[in-house]
């Protein structure tokens, strides 16, 4: 446990700091998230432990797009010396990604579940209209695009914030284009967007079970899109794509009815990707 760590390569969310709790790994493949405040880590927790043996749950979506759930550890925290923490243990997904590309996409237009406090639903609210998840259903909340020889672009947060439904193109053509030049190439976009195994496949596969599953409504969850940048480069293809949702705080459970909030952000960020691939086809 002496190698914990924060993660390198984290695009979004709460980063771990001297004096902030925040998610580690380890280097053996496993990811150390501390359980929030404000009864969500035991929400998020409670999730994780219902989803990872729930039987109508089939078994290729568990473990296709979830992370792998190992239970919960107490951890030493440098924020409050002499005390621990406890932390949900998952999967590391960015494991054996040698350069990873990673973009981290919140799905729905609602963003709160429902009976939240009235202070927490004004401030989603706020930010959801204030970005693009009220047109759109999704919004990109962070993007990190690696080179096979080093090189990295990534966009600050400021800029982030600021996205229009132009500017979600941008970042999502951003995500499969040379970090040099002008970064706007889409050079990869056939071999991570597209094919067989590629990021619109698997969402459509996603996209397939929440038309018909009535489990769970995933408020303010997120798709995880990475890829390895070696791979791609070395092999024109491939690249080691992977689809993952992760962040489930707000998960609620569905009383029978489809999660259409969820749905319609997937389906919707599915038309913005099948858009770049038919855009660069038409180009080779």
Same mark, same amino acid.
């Given at each position: 446990m002496s190698d914990l760590r924060p993660p390198e390569h984290q695009v979004a969310g709460h980063r771990a700091a001297p004096n902030k709790l925040g998610p580690l790994v380890d280097g053996t $493949? &496993? @990811?150390y998230k501390p359980l929030q405040a404000l009864d969500r880590g035991e929400q998020e927790l409670a999730f994780y432990t219902a989803f990872s043996v729930h039987p109508a749950v089939p078994p290729r979506i568990r473990d296709r797009f979830f992370p792998?759930?190992? $239970?919960?550890? &107490? &951890?030493?925290? %440098?924020a409050t010396p002499g005390e621990s923490h406890p932390h949900i243990v998952l999967d590391d997904l960015l494991e054996g990604l040698a350069s990873p590309s990673v973009t981290d996409i919140k799905i729905g237009a609602c963003t709160w579940p429902p009976r939240a406090p009235e202070p927490y639903v004004a401030k989603c609210l706020a930010k959801d209209r204030a970005t693009t998840s009220a047109l759109l259903g999704f919004r990109v909340s962070g993007v990190r695009v690696s080179d096979a020889g080093g090189a990295v672009w990534r966009p600050d947060r400021s800029e982030l914030k600021g996205t229009d439904i132009p500017g979600v193109r941008r970042m999502l053509r951003r995500y499969v +284009? +040379? *970090?040099g030049g002008d970064g706007m190439d889409c050079a990869r976009a056939a071999a991570v967007y597209g094919g067989e195994g590629g990021v619109l496949a698997q969402l459509r596969e996603l996209k397939a079970w929440f038309e018909v599953q009535t489990l769970f409504h995933f408020y303010s969850a997120s798709v995880l899109l990475s890829y390895d940048a070696n791979a791609v480069t070395a092999a024109g293809g491939g690249g $080691? #794509?992977? *689809?993952?949702?992760?962040? @489930? %705080?707000? #998960? *609620?459970?569905s009383e029978g009815v489809i999660d259409h909030n969820f749905l319609g952000g997937l389906c919707s960020l599915i038309k913005f990707i099948a858009d770049i691939v038919a855009e660069t086809s038409d180009k080779a």
């Open positions: $493949g &496993l @990811f792998r759930f190992h $239970g919960t550890r &107490l &951890l030493p925290t %440098a +284009s +040379s *970090v $080691g #794509v992977r *689809v993952k949702l992760l962040d @489930f %705080a707000h #998960v *609620v459970e």
